[in-house]
């Protein structure tokens, strides 16, 4: 009987004390409405900002007898309605789980063995302090680089570098959005355009999958558009959950240009795009003309799959719904080569709509800079100020291994704080323009979230010295030499988080708890104690991120009190503020030069030779090969959260998408094992036969097939997308993620 | 007039992200391995390129005329004041005659604590304080709205005013307290 199973475990798991245990059989309970009383003031409540992933949503952590045992959206906090997604909500099971590292950790044997040693964060500050002395003796202070997924940190991990004297700092970007920030920095100046999805009446999204890719306020707009009747159009080669709520449009992958530029075109020769908007705010239209005048209908459906008088539809619905509609700019965006010209093409076929600075449009961010020429607006913000001033760096002696600032050519559209991470390992591999030869990685697993996965340990193993500063032993850590182990954001302080959207939006992060394991540090401390260690003190000017975040705040006239209380600061009365909100005709400023939408963009043409996007023909798969496309799946973060307990259990592994009659003709059935085959490189994996998917593609979630051994729940289950992609850069120093083809057969 | 606690799932407006089910294993301490609520997938259904798919929360459904009630022998099964399908861990001997007589499938023996338990609308912890259940509170479509059926100017009244609201196997009779409304699902 299971009844004695009872009196194993507390009703209310550690720390819990609403039932007391005698010996057998005799229990006092407490009466239930007193036992809630009480348990509900043991809770106490610590806002901070969410870091399961990084879209930065702000949280409620709760906190009973020293513990986390919940974590919620914060509850005044209109952006998310309170909620937080799987992720967010499985914080506890990252924080007390015991296969975080604990210690820092010292290779002891080869690279790739597994075996390391603890030791004290003296030692492993000396050895790396050591090491990195001598490649700067041996090789220059450019022969580091350093790659983090962009986090208010960095400002202390790249001090570490520029102290060096190397150029070489790099964020995930370019595995991700680069190609689209490259775009809105050519069109508008600056990349802080968001979209105001809850507004929309009609939204199109090619690939972007909102559901699946969660970022909480942006499922709540675009929700919320569906909700009131909106329209919502998805292209994707795969069905995704996003398409499921919408109308599916299986286009052909690597093909989304076509449809972008046939759109202009109908819209063009119907007369369907707001021309006193392009007259009045943009420079170069003539230039897209020109550019789309032969991308027909016709022409798109060749190349798409969708039929032309499809196209013409969507597009006529589309602009019915101008300038309220909004067309996707995208969010992991490196599909291809040209992938950025495919994001240009997007924001311009969106200006066409007059859907700047308008509700259920685009606008710019609106940090209090952009208040100040609005005398009713001004007085609601004032910005954040720096937490520290450090000295000058020394000026590196070479410039960047991927040409990043290099005028007149695609290095010079690079944007500078991202840099085209995918040339490092070709850097090592080759020695040009000239070798690597450390690499610190923080927050960033180029193991799994770069393509080539072989070819990134090949070069890993090249190395004089590889550093990886994270919360699990993950799979660069355990092909690194030193593995630094950081405390998750329940623990620690952060610099100021702004999230700024049509207000602004400061937010904190401040520890919960302290540290579970007591030899974890917060990054910016650990960078600080490192800097000390090689005698670069003078960059880290401050004692503390509390001091820090007190200078920070006070700039904007808050105290650190004031926002440990409250999480989150929005300016008190503020509406959310667009350009054109009241008057179309409203001067409507982009951050360009000259204030316009750049349609045409001279820098464009000056870095790549094509300031007005070109459509390029990228080749469809053959008959028995499939495209291979991969995304995002709502219970995991990229390469972040496989191993977190809970989120392992809800979804431990992947498959392969593959369609029913593509499967049907090489004999393969639902739960196969297969090989997959990308000539070079083959992977095992199961099938999952079905509907949702285009005959001539596959798809698999990103992030499973893990390498590292110590992450025992997340290892060697699934597919390691990223083991079949070559390390290819695109035009703009983007990976690129959609133009590989496969095979498949069974195992 | 008592309360009649109800839930109502949007079923178009759920995108199975399962952020409800993770808030409720931490706000109940649900067993590793072990759920009181989880969101499948159903579907797809249909032939490429003309298919359809949505999720449906399943959790115990609250029933108003309750065959796990009716069978438990202990009476630890039981419907507390407002109406709540309850299980007193106390009084539970862990026979399973409830897990076998939910129509359902939506109760499971507790890992630790070796007694029948399931979804309490969570009871104890929030709803009897005002609050809505964990699931609800978290839920980032939207899908999830929670109240008391009989108050007019409640939202889950007001939402079931306007939309019909489907039981799950209405005809076992068990009356149950959440309603899944498919209006909209494609």
Known sequence: MKRRDFLKGALYGTGGTMIAFGGFGTLTKLDPKKAAAAEQDALSTVFSTCEMCTSRCTVALKVKNGKVVKAEGHPNDASTGGSICARGNAAPSLLYDPERIKKPMLRTGERGDGKFKEVSWEEAYSYIAEKLKNVQKQYGGEALAVTSRVNPNDIFFRSIARAMGSPNMFSHEATCPMTRTVALEATFGNPYIGADYGNAKYIITNGRNFFEGIHVPMVKGVMKSISNGGKLVVLDPRFSVTAAKGEWVPIKGATDLAFIMAMANVMISENLYDKEF?????????????????????????????????????????????PNCLLEYGWRTPWTGNDYQLRRAIMIV?????????????????????????????????????????????????????GTGIKGTPGQVIPVPDGAVGQIPESILTGKPYPIKAWMV??????ISMPESERVIEAIKKLDLMVTCDVYMTDAAYYSDVVLPECTYMERY??????????????????????????????WQIFKELGEKMGYGQYFPFKDMEEYLTKQLAAAGLTLAEM????????????????????????????????????????????????????????????????????????HTNAGTHNVPVLNELMPTNTLWINSVSAGKLGIKEGDSIIISAGKYEHKGIAKVTEGIRPDTVFTYHGFGRISPKMTRAYGKGINDNKLIPNELGEVGNVVSSTTFVTVRKA | MAKHYAMAVVVAKCIGCQACTVACKFQ??????????????????????????????????????????????????????????????????????????????????????GAADKCTFCWEARVSKGQVPACVSTCVGGALVFGDEKDSNSEIAKLLSKNKGEVRKEEFGTRPSIYYIFEGVK
């Open chain 1, 442 to 447: 923080y927050r960033f697993n180029p193991v």
């Open chain 1, 350 to 402: 969106n200006m066409m709509m007059g859907n700047w600075e308008v509700p259920g449009g685009y606008f710019r961010k609106k940090g209090a800079a952009l208040l100040k020429p609005y005398p009713e607006l001004q007085q609601y913000a004032k910005s954040l100020g720096g937490g520290m001033v450090q000295p000058a760096f020394p000026k590196p002696a070479k410039g960047r291994i991927d």
């Open chain 2, 28 to 113: 109940n301490n649900v067993p590793e391995g072990q759920y009181r609520t989880k969101t499948p997938v159903v579907g797809p259904k249909g032939t490429f390129p003309n298919v359809s798919m949505y999720f449906e929360k399943q959790a115990c459904q609250m029933c108003q005329n309750a065959p796990c009630v009716e069978v438990c022998p202990t009476k630890a099964s039981h419907y507390n004041e407002a109406g709540v399908v309850l299980v007193d861990v106390d009084k539970c001997v862990g026979c399973k005659y409830c897990l076998t007589a939910c129509p359902y499938d939506a109760r499971f023996i507790n890992k630790d604590t």
């Open chain 1, 494 to 523: 952060d610099p100021m988080i702004d999230n700024t959207g049509l207000t602004p939006k400061f937010q904190i992060r401040q520890p919960a708890v302290p540290v579970v394991y007591p030899d974890t540090k917060p990054a």
């Open chain 1, 278 to 322: 392009i007259a009045q705010y943009s420079v170069g239209f003539d230039k897209w003309v020109e550019a789309v005048k032969d991308k027909t209908p016709a022409w798109a459906e060749q190349e798409t799959g969708i039929p032309k008088d499809k196209i013409v539809q969507i597009t006529r619905d589309f602009a019915k719904a101008k």
């Open chain 1, 564 to 635: 440990k209380e409250k999480g989150f600061w929005v300016p008190p009365g503020m509406k959310p503020f667009f350009m054109r909100g009241k008057d179309p005709k409203a001067p409507a400023p982009t951050a360009s030069a000259d204030q316009k939408i750049q349609i045409f963009s001279e820098e464009l043409e000056e870095a790549t030779k094509q300031g007005i996007p070109e459509y390029k023909h990228y080749p469809q798969p053959e008959n028995g090969k499939f495209r291979f496309i991969q995304g995002k799946v709502a219970v």
